[in-house]
Structures are given as structure tokens and as C-alpha cells.
């Protein structure tokens, strides 16, 4: 997975190298760093209502060995966005594109929302399984940001869409069996932010 980190940040500098006139922010999700996962993302104007992002998550770690519980995963996540105001100011509303590859389990998520042993679904499988594979999606965001001092920004994002995964699924144990391979097609989310972004320009 390093190799796709090492893409997602070239991407990001040469992004910024041919748009080195625009007004840039660099940001970071807090919510995704709750998640264990490091994350940085770039934003530059392209006109005076018009932004493009693209953001990237890269998580290696084994949360706990013991139980083999981990969320390994590299997400690349481009999106366009018009501001109602301004560019970097106020409301927007966005298409976002996702895409990534993961190696996920022993992560009780769902009994935090519902109490069930399972319901079937996609979430359910991480409790007691290893997954291992890569998804696609993309939806509609909403946003707001806001300035909390000259160079920096605050801003809260919500996005809904459609997702296609295909994965391998194994016992959580290390090393555990192969027990079936899945595809899913799931409506949900595609982004979920909280995040603080400093302006270049």
C-alpha cells in the first residue's frame, strides 16, 4: 500500500506545483484521524465559486495483534465543489469520487449504532471476520466552512452516495481461513468531516 500513498502525495504536490497562482488550502479530517488513520488533502480554486479537492488516508497499523483486530486501508478521494459565496467561504455543495483498498477486521462498530448480532450487513462482517479487498464510490456533499483566524478554516462536511466493493473474507484470527468471496452495492456515506484547512494563498 505504500506505493499508493507515495502516488496520492505526488498527485497532491503537483497539483500545487501547476496551480502555484491559485488560492490553495491544505487540510486534515479530525474525524479521520480518530480512526487511526494519518490524512492530508489539498484544495485550490478554479475560479471564484469553483474548488477541486483531492484528499488521501493511509492507515498500516494492527490496532490490537492479539485478536488481530486492524483497519488497514488507502483512500484516495477526489471531489468538485461550488461555494454559494465565495470560494473557501460559507456553504457548497460537491461531487465526490472515492476509491480504496483495505484489509479490515475484528472492528465492532455496528453494536455502537444497533444491538444485533447481525443483520447482514457489510459493517456487521468486520465484527467477526477479516475482509480483504477494494471499493469504489462516489456521491453528493454538502459542506460548510468557516475562518477561525486569517490562515486558518474550519469546515464540516456530509456526503451521501453509492459504493461497489468486492472483497475476500477470512476468520479474524491471524492467518485464518478463507471462508467466501463477496461483492457489495451499498447506498451510504461517502464523506464525513471535520476539518481544519490552512490557506496558501
Request: proline share 3%; glycine share 10%; aromatic share 16%.
Amino acid at each position: 500500500m505504500k506505493r499508493y500513498l507515495i502516488i496520492v502525495v505526488t498527485l497532491l504536490l503537483a497539483s500545487a506545483a501547476a496551480l502555484n497562482a491559485q488560492k490553495i488550502g491544505l487540510k486534515t479530517n479530525a474525524l479521520y484521524w480518530a480512526t487511526t488513520t494519518p490524512n492530508l488533502g489539498m484544495e485550490f480554486a478554479i475560479s471564484d465559486r469553483f474548488t477541486f479537492e483531492v484528499e488521501g488516508g493511509y492507515n498500516p497499523w494492527t490496532l490490537c495483534p492479539d485478536v488481530n483486530r486492524k483497519a488497514k486501508h488507502f483512500l484516495v478521494s477526489p471531489e468538485l465543489r461550488y461555494w454559494f459565496c465565495e470560494a473557501f467561504n460559507g456553504h457548497f455543495i460537491g461531487i465526490n469520487g472515492n476509491y480504496t483498498q483495505f484489509n479490515a477486521g475484528g472492528i465492532h462498530v455496528a453494536n455502537a449504532f444497533y444491538k444485533t448480532t447481525s443483520k447482514g450487513y457489510f459493517i456487521d462482517e468486520l465484527q467477526n471476520s477479516r475482509l480483504e479487498g477494494w471499493a469504489a464510490g462516489g456521491g453528493l456533499t454538502y459542506g460548510y466552512a468557516y475562518p477561525i483566524s486569517r490562515r486558518w478554516n474550519m469546515e464540516l462536511t456530509l456526503g451521501v452516495g453509492y459504493w461497489y466493493t468486492e472483497y475476500d473474507k477470512y476468520e479474524s484470527k491471524t492467518c485464518g481461513l478463507f471462508q467466501e468471496s463477496g461483492i457489495r452495492k451499498v447506498v451510504g456515506p461517502t464523506s464525513l468531516g471535520i476539518s481544519f484547512i490552512y490557506l496558501i494563498k
